[in-house]
């Protein structure tokens, strides 16, 4: 479990938008490996939900989910099946089994009198079993959108790899954890940058690549049309694909702007990381 208190206050705060930024990179990263804090914040979800759809969130609580939390699509159909369960609920409570009081040994009329004694019952049944599916695919879904992170391998199976990929944050946030060696084998074609940016998404974004022991900084590799993907349950991400033969085994730095509608760049931030080719020595010191 994380050394990090969370409670269910925290979580839901979160949730709400309500914690500051450098709590909430804690948390996000914590979640992302601490399977007991991940499973936490679902149960804080669950509640949240709970206490919203029966109207017991403070007024300002009850606006900061509308405006922050209903904003996901996923999260927005989470809330619909919740109520849709809530309602089916209350409607088979309301509604008393009616009983036949038909007697003949008719088979069709015992079977329809069955039917209608237990039809609350049977209807609540495929209720929960269509909440329990929605809840899943939305689970699946959002899990396909975390931000992906690479695959620790053998070092005699990197070699044959034709893709590398790198999760990167800017150099002035905290990277513990993180992969920042991409070792490129004979066969590798592309290195993948997975650079994180804040949460505002601009409409395209600006990367420039510099050898970062040189005297003199000089520009490597160049692209002016890249696009961020929103992930659901992490920050916005921007894929940046390198060929691996214009990049040498040395330290790079990515220079990341954003584009804003005016077509004046902003600074987002530098991502150092390094190229090194497959060897026992890399593995070991954890590169």
Same mark, same amino acid.
Not at 155 to 174: E, I, K, Y
Not at 231 to 244: F, R
């Given at each position: 479990?994380?050394?990090?208190?969370?409670?269910?206050?925290?979580?839901?705060?979160?949730?709400?938008?309500?914690?500051?930024?450098?709590?909430?990179?804690?948390?996000?990263?914590?979640?992302?490996?601490? @399977?007991?804090?991940?499973?936490?914040?679902?149960?804080?979800?669950? *509640?949240?939900?709970?206490?919203?759809? @029966?109207?017991?969130?403070?007024?300002?609580?009850?606006?900061?989910?509308? *405006?922050?939390?209903?904003?996901?699509?996923?999260?927005?159909?989470?809330?619909?099946?919740?109520?849709?369960?809530?309602?089916?609920?209350?409607?088979?409570?309301?509604?008393?089994?009616?009983?036949?009081?038909?007697?003949?040994?008719? *088979?069709?009329?015992?079977?329809?009198?069955?039917?209608?004694?237990?039809?609350?019952?049977?209807?609540?049944?495929?209720?929960?079993?269509?909440?329990?599916?929605?809840?899943?695919?939305?689970?699946?879904?959002?899990?396909?959108?975390?931000?992906?992170?690479?695959?620790?391998?053998?070092?005699?199976?990197?070699?044959?790899?034709?893709?590398?990929?790198?999760?990167?944050?800017?150099?002035?946030?905290?990277?513990?954890?993180?992969?920042?060696?991409?070792?490129?084998?004979?066969?590798?074609?592309?290195?993948?940058?997975?650079?994180?940016?804040?949460?505002?998404?601009?409409?395209?974004?600006?990367?420039?690549?510099?050898?970062?022991?040189?005297?003199?900084?000089?520009?490597?590799?160049?692209?002016?049309?890249?696009?961020?993907?929103?992930?659901?349950?992490?920050?916005?991400?921007?894929?940046?694909?390198?060929?691996?033969?214009?990049?040498?085994?040395?330290?790079?730095?990515?220079?990341?702007?954003?584009?804003?509608?005016?077509?004046?760049?902003?600074?987002?931030?530098?991502?150092?990381?390094?190229?090194?080719?497959?060897?026992?020595?890399?593995?070991?010191?954890?590169?």
């Amino acid at each position: 479990m994380s050394d990090f208190p969370y409670n269910s206050e925290r979580l839901t705060n979160y949730l709400l938008g309500k914690l500051p930024e450098p709590e909430r990179e804690r948390l996000e990263e914590d979640y992302f490996w601490d @399977n007991e804090v991940f499973l936490a914040l679902i149960d804080a979800k669950d *509640q949240l939900i709970s206490d919203y759809l @029966n109207d017991k969130l403070q007024p300002e609580d009850r606006k900061r989910f509308e *405006q922050h939390f209903l904003t996901s699509p996923g999260r927005k159909q989470e809330v619909e099946l919740a109520a849709s369960f809530r309602h089916s609920s209350l409607k088979s409570k309301r509604k008393p089994a009616v009983f036949s009081s038909i007697t003949t040994p008719s *088979q069709p009329l015992k079977a329809h009198g069955v039917w209608q004694a237990h039809k609350p019952l049977i209807c609540v049944g495929i209720v929960i079993l269509l909440f329990i599916s929605g809840f899943m695919a939305i689970w699946l879904r959002s899990n396909s959108l975390v931000l992906p992170q690479p695959v620790e391998q053998p070092v005699s199976a990197l070699s044959g790899l034709t893709t590398v990929s790198l999760s990167l944050r800017p150099t002035s946030l905290r990277s513990s954890k993180r992969n920042t060696t991409a070792e490129v084998g004979p066969e590798t074609e592309t290195v993948e940058l997975y650079l994180e940016v804040s949460k505002e998404i601009f409409p395209t974004y600006q990367g420039s690549l510099f050898i970062r022991d040189s005297e003199k900084e000089e520009e490597v590799l160049s692209n002016d049309s890249l696009y961020a993907t929103k992930s659901e349950s992490g920050p916005p991400t921007v894929i940046w694909k390198l060929p691996a033969d214009k990049l040498q085994v040395n330290d790079y730095r990515a220079r990341l702007n954003g584009i804003a509608q005016d077509s004046a760049p902003i600074h987002i931030g530098n991502y150092d990381f390094e190229v090194r080719p497959p060897s026992p020595e890399n593995s070991s010191q954890g590169k």
